[in-house]
């Protein structure tokens, strides 16, 4: 991909570093880890890896808590480590993109226990303190993400500080001038190191309402998510302000040679406000598209978030599709429900949308979520919530590598950090021998998309198709479509030559004519030009 812009083209890959390899034998992963296993994501045919992240942190929210954005987390390496990481990668055609969290620290960072100290301290508004109410209760309504109010009082002080996630984690002041030319700093520090860009964690909500208002409580209008946590989140995230961090943030990426990336944790309730967050192609690269991740997997709700993307997105910004990540069940399991059928299809969705993919490892082998007991939680969430919530260390276990004790994550023997799910049933090691298992459709969709111009940078047009299919055009020589329901069924006007099939058997080089006829769940590549 070199000269083009990687990140329109590519594939990214996300890497869940505790889980990918432990090459120590201390039952956590590492960046060693990663980087024996770059022959495979080279195999494999990705173009960078997002890292979750990689810094000191304490673990209150395993690693969403960071006490040094400079340093790295000891289990995983040191600052060696990534420099190898980063060469090695390179040496392969691999960029790195690490992940950032700005919204808040961990209470250990050094920048917070001198915060805390005193109302005069040097960092006090470096975070959000706020005086209680008269009758000693919060400074307002805000609720945390994770559960409880977002304040915590700081007996010494006799103040509140705010926590839109754990008390563990004080949100930062963005109001502070000192808090944006310390976090330049870090972006520099990474970028000259040759990190190829950021995921920017909550990058929708790290300025807060200058002056605290309540949010407004949700009414039975509001979408279920917004009734569940009980309030609309207008004055502690999306605010109009940062708008203003990131178009700064993306000068600083392109101020580089080649720019970096941003990759925005977009967590907002429509497809309409995460368009806001490329700006005029002065903000986000890339901003995550959650609605299309937690909408049901049905042809016409799948299509019409993908239309209602495509308009909003402008002509400056490029979608990203993604499926499953660390804090969402599994595509094979949310999706998929297990049915390796649905699962291809939907990762033959991601791979030929008009915009960049973003795999979480084990996509590409069809890892489900791994089923946990109570006593196996790591995750906060988890902790806090059992068993109304089974927390995200489902959707975290080690990457089974082979059907070996350890599952080649491990040496045998060794207690991993969260249990190995069912290596037997499924492994990359088996699934590379097999031509016909998902492992080796995805490496061959991946090509496919490499050899054609039309699936790298192609417009997108929905074709007319009946109920349960969506199919769409991809330039002017390839067509994709997918039979999302039980029934064989066939998209008419199809003409040209299956280029590939969720079925592997016999349908690659298959004439079609006038339509093309698709099994229950299946879904295909069709040629009808030379690109
Ligand atoms: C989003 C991250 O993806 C999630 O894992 C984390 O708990 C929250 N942000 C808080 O940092």
Same mark, same amino acid.
């Given at each position: 991909?070199?000269?083009?812009?990687?990140?329109?083209?590519g594939?990214?890959?996300?890497?869940?570093?505790?889980?990918?390899?432990?090459?120590?034998?201390?039952?956590?992963?590492?960046?060693?880890?990663?980087i024996?296993?770059?022959?495979?994501?080279?195999?494999?045919?990705?173009?960078?890896?997002?890292?979750?992240p990689?810094?000191?942190?304490?673990?209150?929210?395993?690693?969403?808590?960071?006490?040094?954005?400079?340093?790295?987390?000891?289990?995983?390496?040191?600052?060696?480590?990534?420099?190898?990481?980063?060469?090695?990668?390179? /040496?392969?055609?691999? /960029?790195?993109?690490?992940?950032?969290?700005?919204?808040?620290?961990?209470?250990?960072?050094?920048? &917070?226990?001198d915060?805390?100290?005193?109302?005069?301290?040097?960092?006090?508004?470096?975070?959000?303190?706020?005086?209680?109410?008269?009758?000693g209760?919060?400074?307002?309504?805000?609720?945390?993400?994770?559960?409880?109010?977002?304040?915590?009082?700081?007996?010494?002080?006799?103040?509140?500080?705010?926590?839109?996630?754990?008390?563990?984690q004080?949100?930062?002041?963005?109001?502070?001038?000192?808090?944006?030319?310390?976090?330049?700093?870090?972006?520099?520090?990474?970028?000259?190191?040759?990190v190829a860009? &950021?995921?920017?964690?909550?990058?929708?909500?790290?300025?807060?309402?200058?002056?605290?208002?309540?949010?407004?409580?949700a009414?039975?209008?509001?979408?279920?998510?917004?009734?569940?946590?009980?309030?609309?989140?207008?004055?502690?995230?999306?605010?109009?302000?940062v708008?203003?961090?990131?178009?700064?943030?993306?000068?600083?990426?392109?101020?580089?040679?080649?720019s970096?990336?941003?990759l925005?944790?977009?967590?907002?309730?429509?497809?309409?406000?995460?368009?806001?967050f490329?700006?005029?192609?002065?903000?986000?690269?890339?901003?995550?598209?959650?609605?299309?991740i937690?909408?049901?997997?049905?042809?016409?709700?799948?299509?019409?978030?993908?239309?209602?993307?495509?308009?909003?997105?402008?002509?400056?910004?490029?979608?990203?599709?993604?499926?499953?990540?660390?804090?969402?069940?599994?595509?094979?399991?949310?999706?998929?429900?297990?049915?390796?059928? /649905?699962?291809?299809?939907?990762?033959l969705?991601?791979?030929?949308?008009?915009?960049?993919?973003?795999?979480y490892?084990?996509?590409?082998?069809?890892?489900?979520?791994?089923?946990?007991? /109570?006593?196996?939680?790591?995750?906060?969430?988890?902790?806090?919530?059992?068993?109304?919530s089974?927390?995200?260390?489902?959707?975290r276990?080690?990457?089974?590598?082979?059907?070996?004790?350890?599952?080649?994550?491990?040496?045998?023997?060794?207690r991993?950090?969260?249990?190995?799910?069912?290596?037997?049933?499924?492994?990359?090691?088996?699934?590379?021998?097999?031509?016909?298992?998902?492992?080796?459709?995805?490496?061959?969709?991946?090509?496919?998309?490499?050899?054609?111009?039309?699936?790298?940078?192609?417009?997108y047009?929905?074709?007319?198709?009946?109920?349960?299919?969506?199919?769409?055009q991809?330039?002017?020589g390839?067509?994709?479509?997918?039979?999302?329901?039980?029934?064989?069924l066939?998209?008419?006007?199809?003409?040209?030559?299956v280029?590939?099939?969720?079925?592997?058997?016999?349908r690659?080089?298959?004439?079609?004519?006038?339509?093309?006829?698709?099994g229950p769940?299946?879904?295909?590549?069709?040629?009808?030009?030379?690109?």
């Amino acid at each position: 991909m070199a000269g083009r812009e990687w990140w329109r083209e590519g594939v990214i890959y996300q890497v869940y570093p505790r889980s990918f390899r432990d090459s120590d034998g201390d039952g956590n992963g590492d960046l060693s880890g990663v980087i024996d296993r770059l022959d495979y994501l080279q195999w494999l045919g990705v173009d960078a890896i997002w890292l979750n992240p990689i810094t000191v942190s304490p673990n209150a929210d395993m690693g969403y808590d960071v006490a040094d954005y400079c340093g790295v987390q000891p289990t995983f390496g040191d600052l060696d480590t990534v420099d190898d990481l980063i060469a090695e990668a390179g /040496k392969r055609d691999i /960029k790195i993109v690490l992940d950032i969290v700005p919204n808040h620290s961990s209470d250990r960072h050094p920048w &917070f226990i001198d915060s805390r100290s005193s109302r005069s301290s040097r960092h006090r508004d470096w975070y959000v303190w706020a005086d209680p109410k008269t009758d000693g209760s919060p400074p307002n309504n805000w609720l945390s993400v994770f559960g409880g109010p977002a304040w915590t009082l700081d007996q010494a002080s006799g103040q509140y500080y705010l926590h839109n996630f754990l008390p563990e984690q004080p949100d930062l002041n963005w109001w502070n001038p000192a808090v944006r030319d310390a976090f330049d700093e870090i972006y520099r520090f990474w970028f000259d190191r040759g990190v190829a860009g &950021f995921r920017i964690d909550v990058a929708h909500g790290i300025v807060k309402d200058r002056e605290l208002r309540d949010n407004p409580v949700a009414t039975d209008d509001d979408p279920p998510d917004v009734r569940a946590h009980g309030q609309r989140t207008v004055y502690n995230m999306e605010r109009p302000e940062v708008h203003d961090v990131l178009r700064r943030w993306r000068a600083l990426a392109n101020s580089y040679d080649p720019s970096r990336i941003l990759l925005g944790e977009t967590y907002v309730l429509d497809v309409r406000t995460m368009g806001r967050f490329y700006g005029t192609g002065d903000e986000l690269h890339l901003a995550f598209n959650f609605t299309f991740i937690h909408a049901p997997f049905e042809a016409r709700a799948l299509a019409e978030v993908v239309a209602e993307s495509e308009l909003v997105i402008p002509d400056v910004g490029w979608p990203v599709w993604t499926a499953s990540n660390h804090d969402v069940s599994r595509v094979m399991t949310r999706w998929a429900k297990g049915d390796e059928r /649905k699962h291809r299809s939907a990762l033959l969705s991601l791979l030929t949308l008009r915009g960049t993919p973003v795999l979480y490892y084990g996509d590409e082998i069809g890892m489900p979520d791994t089923p946990l007991g /109570k006593g196996d939680r790591q995750d906060p969430l988890g902790q806090r919530h059992w068993p109304e919530s089974r927390g995200r260390d489902p959707e975290r276990t080690p990457m089974p590598w082979s059907n070996e004790p350890g599952a080649g994550f491990t040496a045998p023997g060794v207690r991993p950090w969260l249990p190995i799910g069912d290596a037997t049933a499924r492994n990359v090691a088996d699934q590379r021998r097999d031509p016909s298992s998902t492992l080796t459709f995805v490496r061959d969709l991946i090509a496919v998309r490499r050899q054609r111009p039309d699936l790298r940078n192609g417009s997108y047009q929905q074709l007319p198709s009946p109920p349960g299919a969506w199919a769409w055009q991809r330039g002017r020589g390839t067509t994709v479509a997918l039979n999302l329901s039980d029934q064989p069924l066939r998209v008419p006007g199809v003409a040209g030559t299956v280029v590939i099939s969720t079925e592997r058997s016999s349908r690659n080089g298959e004439r079609v004519d006038g339509g093309l006829s698709l099994g229950p769940w299946e879904g295909a590549i069709c040629s009808s030009g030379s690109t």
